[in-house]
């Protein structure tokens, strides 16, 4: 080579190396020269906080892909800002630029635009669009750093700390969990007096001043008033968010160890919506449901009445003298009028019959009586106006023993004192004449007689309706078979307590599934094979029909039954119905479009369909379904048949546990028990359950491990064998684990798409689950919290059971060890996908 090539070559290196740093460098700008395009590349803030790419709502991959930004590396993600939330990418591969207008646009292949920012000013080749680690994304004025947009001056659902809740800006809530799409719930400040509003189209939903306890906390407050610099830090967390939810309630959450903890909710419960009885109806809540108490039998009213009862008051200035309703421990609106002059309760009450407009009055005696002198907190409240919002109080607010004005024909009280009784009726001045008194005590006579009457028909009506209901045939109940009657009976009372699971009939299934036809079949479990159903109403179900020769009967199919139908989560698969007919055993649950895990991880096409981010989703699903089941629920389950067969995926992918049949549960805070029957499938079975016949929360924990293993290589532990040296999937794991070459373990297909800590960090959880002492492996909310933190020292895994792959044949138990030290019997479950 000529020494005067030398310097040449020299730069081409330096050229190509910097080239390929700039690409392996997260960026947070974007320039007039440059976009974002649609090909897995994000921006990242400076601080590394948040990220601005394109996504799937909540992994929903039929619905479309926006550009949004979200927390950074924090599981599950989290969108705070939606560009094109009303114009999604279908179909499409889009371009997220600064166009040659200066305006940001997203535009998809065709050069349609799905958002633009709509601005017109100079400039524009000194524009620069950039991601800040408080979460806005500025376009920002090169020669005067001027922001000429920024998406804190038009979000989505959320509301940041940094940005300033004025009268020009709204939050409004997705459509729906995975639809980003503009909902009918908007959160504003109103520009005349301050008050935060919800308002669900154009009808008030909530506003913050409606009774005391709807106020703002001091850290909402503050952070909607961008003032947070003038609080203690202890008053205020900058890793908060405002949340205007698709279901109407406006949501602060706190992040704390990289997990969202609710704070604070309005409204909290029916009673806190924006006048739900009506005005003058007192609102109460009764074993969660919605009561209200009307007064409209005590006062004079108008002709015009509320869809609650409740009818309005009007304020009438009458020769005849006024009383008043006393309402004891209500939570009210706040009074137009404060009158610190009034010096007794005779006092207060006269101001207010003097003024034709006042409504109520309360009067405070301050700590007159207790110390003998007067204070400040002496005084006189007034309502002016129409009483809404008015409820029993629950805590919190703004307690009163409130004085009602009614016209003076009226001299009935109302002492509800927070009882769950309905309001007691009280005679107060003036006094009623005898007449008035029969008339009165008659009309309660007949109101209770009635009232009984009508408590005793409808109980009666609500037991036939729970007995005609347990029968469903398209729609139509039908009799029962007496001994189909009687085994579902036995079936859904335990110890004298029904469980809630709706009985269908045999023709009803055979008529949605098509006599059970090979077309409706969507696979084969352990139970038997299982059936798409399309009942009335295009009502899609999946249903479970009990094989003859799978080794399963009436314990395994109740237990399901009464298992299911006490769990409740995201995680879970939901039982909707079962039928009992002759010899026929079946289970109906939420139909999951996207079957089994094992369908997709394990078949050479489709797994390609799940990138990393979604397997990892699907991890940390799981482990939030298992710590339900061990810690959370009211009972604690344990599964003792958790494999990818029986983790089915909705349609957003969203992961749920399934096939209870052989779950157990453990009394009270027992984590353990043995059985002399051992169930399962091999591979997937803790080897101190599979040899001694001891099963726990942690052989739960080794399944677990083994499906994150599985998940990571897309191989089965079943069907794994290297043939160098015979090593199971967890031996060839383990081996490279010890070998710092873990990252071999993972599937080729997704070394393109994962993060290769997040991948380490998952083997090393994988590991850490599948360790042969029980005591070694970690439990649930151990794993959750290592999965969910992004900055986690993991502790090293000792050796794994089962290194070495063993062949089984079909009736032998696990090994020779297991015949010689365990007289258990074993039923082994055949792994087939679904």
Request: with cysteine.
């Amino acid at each position: 080579m000529q020494p005067a090539t030398i310097p040449l070559f020299f730069c081409v290196l330096v050229a190509l190396f910097w080239c390929n740093f700039q690409s392996c460098v997260a960026r947070d700008t974007i320039t007039i020269n440059s976009s974002l395009p649609d090909n897995g590349t994000t921006l990242v803030s400076a601080g590394k906080i948040f990220e601005l790419g394109y996504f799937y709502p909540n992994n929903n991959i039929n619905g479309g892909r926006y550009v949004g930004i979200w927390y950074h590396k924090l599981r599950p993600r989290t969108v705070v800002w939606v560009a094109n939330r009303n114009a999604p990418l279908l179909n499409q591969s889009g371009f997220f630029v600064i166009d040659e207008d200066g305006n940001v646009k997203l535009l998809d292949e065709h050069g349609d635009s799905h958002f633009h920012t709509n601005l017109v000013s100079s400039n524009l080749v000194y524009r620069t669009l950039k991601l800040l680690d408080s979460g806005n994304l500025a376009l920002i004025d090169g020669q005067s750093g001027k922001y000429l947009w920024q998406s804190f001056a038009e979000p989505t659902d959320t509301f940041l700390p940094g940005m300033k809740m004025d009268e020009k800006l709204n939050l409004r809530s997705w459509k729906d969990y995975d639809d980003p799409a503009n909902g009918e719930y908007t959160f504003h400040q109103d520009q005349d007096n301050g008050v935060h509003k919800i308002m669900k189209g154009s009808v008030q939903y909530w506003r913050s001043d409606q009774s005391g306890s709807s106020e703002l906390p001091l850290s909402v407050a503050a952070m909607l008033s961008n003032s947070s610099s003038k609080l203690n830090p202890s008053a205020y967390n900058a890793s908060g968010r405002l949340l205007m939810n698709s279901s109407g309630e406006i949501q602060f959450y706190s992040l704390e160890q990289d997990v969202w903890s609710l704070i604070w909710s309005e409204p909290s419960d029916v009673c806190s919506v924006f006048n739900p009885c009506g005005n003058f109806g007192s609102c109460n809540i009764r074993n969660g449901s919605l009561n209200c108490q009307c007064l409209q039998g005590f006062v004079l009213v108008s002709p015009e009445t509320y869809s609650t009862g409740c009818r309005r008051m009007l304020a009438i200035c009458t020769s005849k003298p006024d009383t008043f309703l006393f309402l004891v421990s209500m939570e009210v609106v706040k009074p137009e009028i404060v009158s610190a002059g009034a010096d007794s309760e005779d006092t207060c009450r006269k101001e207010c019959l003097r003024n034709c407009k006042c409504q109520a009055y309360y009067y405070s005696a301050g700590n007159k009586g207790r110390s003998g002198t007067n204070n400040a907190e002496a005084g006189c409240l007034i309502w002016t106006s129409m009483i809404t919002n008015l409820r029993d109080y629950k805590g919190g607010g703004l307690n009163l023993n409130l004085s009602i004005r009614v016209a003076g024909s009226s001299t009935a009280t109302v002492n509800n004192s927070n009882q769950p009784e309905a309001p007691i009726l009280q005679s107060i001045k003036p006094s009623m004449n005898r007449e008035t008194v029969i008339i009165v005590t008659t009309v309660i006579a007949v109101v209770l007689l009635a009232g009984s009457f009508s408590s005793f028909f409808f109980t009666r009506r609500i037991l036939a309706k729970r007995k005609e209901s347990k029968e469903i045939i398209l729609g139509n109940a039908t009799p029962y078979l007496e001994d189909s009657e009687r085994q579902a009976e036995d079936l859904v009372n335990e110890d004298d307590k029904i469980v809630d699971v709706p009985y269908f009939s045999l023709e009803s299934i055979l008529a949605a599934t098509d006599n059970f036809s090979d077309a409706n079949k969507l696979g084969h479990g352990g139970f038997g094979p299982v059936y798409k159903a399309m009942f009335p109403g295009e009502k899609e179900l999946a249903v479970k029909r009990l094989s003859s020769h799978s080794g399963q009967g009436m314990v395994e199919f109740r237990n399901e039954v009464v298992l299911i139908a006490k769990l409740q989560h995201r995680n879970l698969v939901r039982l909707l119905g079962y039928c009992i007919k002759g010899s026929e055993r079946i289970l109906l649950y939420e139909y999951m479009p996207n079957k089994s895990l094992d369908t997709f991880i394990f078949d050479q096409e489709r797994h390609i369909l799940l990138d990393w981010n979604m397997r990892y989703d699907i991890i940390l699903g799981i482990a939030r379904g298992l710590l339900y089941l061990h810690h959370d629920s009211r009972l604690r389950i344990i599964h003792r048949d958790l494999k990818t067969s029986n983790i089915l995926l909705d349609k957003e992918m969203n992961p749920k546990i399934s096939d209870f049949g052989l779950a157990r549960v453990v009394e009270g805070k027992e984590t353990e028990a043995n059985t002399m029957k051992v169930v399962g499938t091999y591979g997937y079975m803790s080897p101190e359950y599979a040899i001694e016949g001891l099963f726990s929360i942690k052989s739960d924990v080794f399944s677990f491990g083994v499906i994150i293993l599985e998940i990571i290589s897309g191989k089965r532990t079943t069907g794994f064998y290297h043939s160098e040296e015979a090593l199971s999937l967890l031996g060839y794991a383990w081996r490279l684990w010890q070998e710092r070459n873990a990252m071999e373990l993972v599937d080729k297909k997704l070394l393109e798409s994962c993060n290769g800590a997040e991948v380490m960090k998952c083997i090393n959880i994988g590991l850490l689950c599948v360790q042969e002492d029980p005591s070694d492996r970690p439990a649930m909310p151990n794993v959750v919290i290592m999965l969910s933190r992004e900055t986690t020292t993991l502790p090293s895994p000792n050796q794994p059971a089962y290194v070495a792959r063993r062949r089984i044949s079909g009736t032998s138990s696990l090994s020779s060890k297991a015949e010689t030290s365990s007289m258990n019997r074993m039923t082994i479950s055949v792994e087939e996908g679904r």
